[in-house]
């Protein structure tokens, strides 16, 4: 019947206000975990890609020093006079080309990982945009509701 009452005690303002700021603060709660997630992660995806660039960066850094080498004794081979060079170095590489090779090696290989560190920097976006928006947001309509 239309009449009947329901009965159901009616809630206070008060109580009913405590509600939503506990609903909120559980939000608010909830995504600062969602946050904190994503930047782990990302931070897991940025020091997988940055030990492959690390990596690359420190075969680079010893094939430009095994470059440097390999300049001295080109140098000192060309400088060298031609009766005494043939009778020094029974082998059949020079010296000098020996550390061309290995240096040519270590900075193939190192740019080809630094390259790939890159690649994989390029891959994603290290920032958590999405939750941070949100969060910004929600806390912005907090600021603007007092």
């Not at 995504?31 to 990596?55: C, G, Y």
Request: hydrophobic share 50%; proline share 4%; net charge negative.
């Amino acid at each position: 019947m239309a009449t009947e009452v329901q009965n159901r005690p009616e809630q206070s303002v008060a109580s009913l206000v405590g509600g939503i700021v506990g609903d909120v603060q559980d939000l608010i709660k909830q995504q600062l975990a969602l946050t904190r997630k994503e930047i782990e992660a990302d931070l897991r995806k940025t020091q997988d890609a940055a030990s492959f660039l690390f990596a690359g960066l420190g075969l680079m850094l010893f094939g430009c020093f095994a470059l440097c080498l390999m300049l001295a004794h080109l140098i000192h081979q060309l400088t060298t006079p031609a009766a005494l060079q043939a009778s020094q170095d029974p082998a059949a590489i020079p010296l000098w080309g020996c550390y061309g090779i290995v240096s040519a090696i270590l900075l193939i290989g190192g740019g080809a990982l630094a390259f790939a560190g890159k690649k994989k920097f390029d891959s994603f976006n290290p920032l958590p945009d999405e939750s941070a928006q949100v969060l910004k947001e929600n806390i912005e309509w907090i600021a603007n509701k007092k």
